[in-house]
């Protein structure tokens, strides 16, 4: 039953955004999508590169049969050097897991870089790296206690209608422990793999879809799959008003996650 919902969500998020780019009256090419135009599952991965600054403030729910969670975010990123983004994110968070235990802390921080290679006027390249610092509360289902550290490269290629973005990558994850372990779970290796679609409607707004793969980072858990479906929105000025829904396509992955942000860019 779960595989045919998710089956029809996968149609639905995909059918939505690609029954509205046939229905655009503007003319039928991809207008290159700006640096606010960003991924949610992939953010840190995606091809391009901020112009100069990207500061956002994000508030998120997701629920799973292991843990529900509430998170208040920060992600900031930055161009200091040409064709060069440096970013990080961390949050802090409440939990609710089964027997009644609540708790809450900081979540682990993610801090990257990323090479914009160039390309051409239709297709871009980046690589890069991402290091987590184990800054989460484990105990509260909000980290992992573990070190790790990962290579990407990724591409987006504008196609008639759309833009199409892919990422891929492997990640080395240190010994750690997620909430009721009593020891540490061995750290694994875990290939990372992310397919996307813009849709940029208008100048204003660029609709999303992600599909996102990762292995398991630790011994005994679950691989983590997930679609999403969102919309960025830039109203007036130097501000996205961004959000999502996500849902996940594996045990170890949330049952749905709904994201919000606002993001001042300049």
Same mark, same amino acid.
């Given at each position: 039953m779960r595989k045919i919902r998710v089956a029809l969500l996968v149609? @639905?998020? /995909?059918?939505?955004?690609?029954?509205?780019?046939?229905?655009?009256?503007?003319?039928?090419?991809?207008r290159p999508t700006s640096s606010s135009d960003r991924l949610f599952l992939g953010f840190a991965e995606d091809a391009t590169v901020v112009d100069g600054q990207w500061w956002e403030g994000q508030v998120g729910a997701a629920d799973s049969d292991a843990v529900d969670a509430q998170v208040l975010r920060a992600v900031i990123a930055f161009q200091p050097w040409m064709d060069i983004e440096i970013g990080g994110r961390v949050g802090f968070g409440n939990t609710d897991m089964p027997a009644g235990v609540d708790g809450s802390g900081a979540t682990d921080l993610d801090v990257w870089g990323k090479y914009h290679l160039g390309g051409n006027d239709e297709t871009e390249f980046s690589v890069?790296?991402? =290091?987590?610092?184990?800054? #989460? *509360?484990?105990?509260? #289902?909000?980290?992992?206690?573990?070190?790790?550290?990962?290579?990407?490269? $990724?591409?987006?290629?504008?196609?008639?209608? /759309?833009? @199409?973005?892919g990422q891929a990558g492997l990640r080395f994850n240190g010994d750690g422990? =997620?909430? #009721?372990?009593?020891?540490?779970?061995?750290?694994?290796?875990?290939?990372?793999?992310?397919?996307?679609?813009?849709?940029? /409607? $208008?100048?204003? =707004?660029?609709?999303?879809?992600?599909?996102?793969?990762? *292995?398991?980072? @630790?011994?005994? @858990?679950?691989?983590?799959?997930?679609?999403? #479906?969102?919309?960025?929105?830039?109203?007036?000025?130097?501000?996205?008003?961004?959000?999502?829904?996500?849902?996940?396509? $594996?045990?170890?992955?949330?049952?749905?996650?709904?994201? /919000?942000?606002?993001?001042?860019?300049?």
């Open positions: 149609a @639905l998020i /995909f059918g939505v955004c690609a029954g509205l780019a046939q229905a655009q009256t503007s003319p039928a090419v991809a890069g790296g991402m =290091v987590t610092v184990p800054t #989460g *509360d484990e105990t509260a #289902g909000l980290g992992q206690d573990a070190f790790g550290g990962s290579a990407f490269g $990724s591409l987006r290629h504008r196609l008639q209608r /759309f833009i @199409l973005t422990r =997620v909430a #009721g372990d009593t020891v540490d779970r061995d750290g694994e290796t875990s290939p990372m793999a992310g397919v996307g679609l813009l849709f940029p /409607f $208008s100048d204003n =707004v660029t609709a999303v879809a992600e599909a996102r793969w990762e *292995d398991a980072r @630790l011994d005994g @858990l679950e691989n983590d799959s997930r679609i999403l #479906g969102g919309i960025n929105w830039r109203p007036a000025g130097r501000g996205t008003l961004r959000g999502a829904v996500a849902f996940g396509l $594996s045990d170890g992955a949330p049952d749905t996650e709904l994201m /919000f942000g606002y993001a001042t860019i300049f």
